[in-house]
């Protein structure tokens, strides 16, 4: 009876046990969906998709449709494999695609699916989506990725103490802030106003910069040449500064020669007066009487009968008979 009895017992503590464990593998079974029939979804996607973790949600408007399975790299981007609940597959387009968000700020990320503005079709078992590249979705979550960091690597206190001392500093100055925000709005729209002009003088000073360029050699070689001036000057200062000696002497002779004889070319001046005033009047016929003397010269030859055997003054002499005039 007790042989018996202690037999029960074992076999009773290694049915218990073989229902722990076979609670524990349905449990685990359960957990990792081996009961649940499921659609695999593939999304490529850019680095961000390395944030996500195994078993990450997938939603679409906010309900839950399916997990994320497994995220690897393949080239230059990261594949993401989804499991999809059958019953909501005829209910996706098949040019869905997905965004990657966190939950809260900083919490963890799930995959947001993205309906389209014009369907088309349904999703299959098997399909491969894009990741959404519309608006800023991707610089929003590259900006939170690159975020998370800097405040992780800021101690919380100091954190604390530089949000409470700017929370001071701004109590109690919503108005002044919000006129300080306006003012500026202005100034930026009076800069994007002057934008083209702004533009127009930067290529300006593109052109400008181009031709200084250009001209640059010619400047260089201008200076080469001044400077080699510049030591004939300093070589030959002994003869320039001799030079200039005698120029201030012949100045120092001439004003002591204008000042010895001013009273007599004031004189000479006025007696030259009148014989000026004769010259002025009698000054429309000179061109003409110095043209005739050019003439004369040109046939200076020909009248002495230069180079003929005969050489002497020709000269044609006609009378006319006056008629008695």
């Excluded at 018996?4 to 079974?29: H, P, Q, Y």
């Excluded at 993401?80 to 387009?93: H, I, S, W, Y």
């Excluded at 014009?118 to 590259?142: F, K, S």
């Excluded at 002044?176 to 000073?205: H, K, N, R, Y």
């Amino acid at each position: 009876m007790t042989e018996m009895s202690s037999t029960r017992k074992r076999l009773l503590a290694a049915l218990f046990v073989v229902i722990v464990l076979a609670f524990v593998g349905v449990t685990v079974a359960i957990y990792n969906r081996a009961f649940t029939k499921s659609d695999t979804i593939t999304m490529f996607t850019d680095d961000m998709a390395f944030s996500l973790p195994n078993d990450a949600d997938v939603k679409a408007r906010g309900v839950l449709v399916g997990r994320v399975a497994e995220v690897q790299p393949e080239g230059d981007k990261v594949r993401v494999d989804m499991e999809f609940t059958p019953e909501f597959m005829d209910q996706l387009p098949s040019n869905i695609s997905g965004r990657l968000l966190p939950k809260t700020l900083f919490g963890e990320r799930y995959v947001s699916l993205a309906f389209p503005d014009t369907p088309v079709g349904t999703l299959e078992a098997g399909g491969t989506i894009e990741q959404d590249t519309r608006g800023n979705a991707l610089e929003l979550g590259r900006v939170l990725d690159g975020l998370l960091p800097v405040l992780e690597a800021v101690p919380p206190q100091k954190l604390a103490g530089t949000l409470g001392a700017i929370n001071q500093a701004l109590a109690g100055r919503g108005d002044e802030l919000g006129a300080s925000l306006v003012d500026i709005g202005t100034v930026f729209d009076g800069i994007s106003q002057e934008m083209p002009a702004l533009e127009s003088g930067l290529e300006d000073l593109a052109t400008f910069s181009q031709t200084y360029s250009e001209a640059l050699p010619d400047l260089i070689h201008a200076l080469d040449a001044l400077r080699t001036t510049g030591d004939t000057v300093i070589q030959r200062r002994t003869d320039i500064a001799d030079g200039m000696q005698r120029i201030s002497s012949g100045a120092q002779v001439t004003t002591d020669f204008l000042a010895r004889n001013r009273n007599d070319l004031i004189d000479l001046a006025i007696d030259s007066r009148r014989s000026l005033e004769a010259l002025a009047e009698y000054t429309p016929a000179l061109p003409c009487t110095v043209e005739h003397f050019m003439t004369a010269l040109e046939r200076s030859d020909d009248i002495l009968g230069v180079g003929t055997s005969t050489p002497g003054i020709r000269v044609t002499i006609e009378v006319v008979n006056p008629k008695g005039r």
